[in-house]
């Protein structure tokens, strides 16, 4: 398994972003297995010639994600993301099932505030 990252200098998403949504994406598809050791910022930066600040920053928002994990000096690996990010949605929509409650909203209502969000998440 290898880590393919290819970066779009005429794309409107910033390459930290880029690297980010491509190391997300081939972890969530199993191209990139669990325990999988990710390259070294330094290294990973050369080699796509990135700065290193651009890495550590798509490394840094992978990790809040729960896709990947740093283990100090023995390296970033692909982190076990799928169970960490199901348990986080269910916890935010845990969460905004009672604020609507709180806010007397029907369920209905919810629902449709839900799905509109997600249309504009996804299509955008």
């Known amino acids: 398994m290898t880590l393919k990252i290819s970066l779009d200098a ?3 998403s910033a390459p930290y972003e880029q690297l980010r949504a491509q190391i997300s994406e081939q972890a969530r598809a199993g ?8 390259p ?16 550590a920053k798509a490394y840094r928002a ?3 994600d729960g896709v990947i994990e740093t283990r100090g000096r023995n390296g970033t ?3 076990a993301a ?3 990010a199901r348990r986080e949605a269910a ?3 845990q969460a905004y099932a009672e604020r609507v409650q709180r806010l ?3 369920r209905a209502e919810a629902t449709a505030a839900v799905e509109a969000a997600l249309r504009a998440a996804y299509e955008a």
């Open 10 to 12: 005429d794309s409107g």
């Open 82 to 84: 799928g169970d960490a």
């Open 40 to 55: 070294t910022v330094r290294g990973l930066a050369e080699e796509l010639g990135l700065a290193a600040n651009t890495v």
């Open 104 to 106: 007397g909203l029907g």
């Open 62 to 64: 992978l990790e809040g």
């Open 77 to 79: 690996f692909v982190a």
């Open 31 to 38: 191209a990139l297995p669990v325990g999988h050791r990710l």
């Open 91 to 93: 916890g935010a929509a």
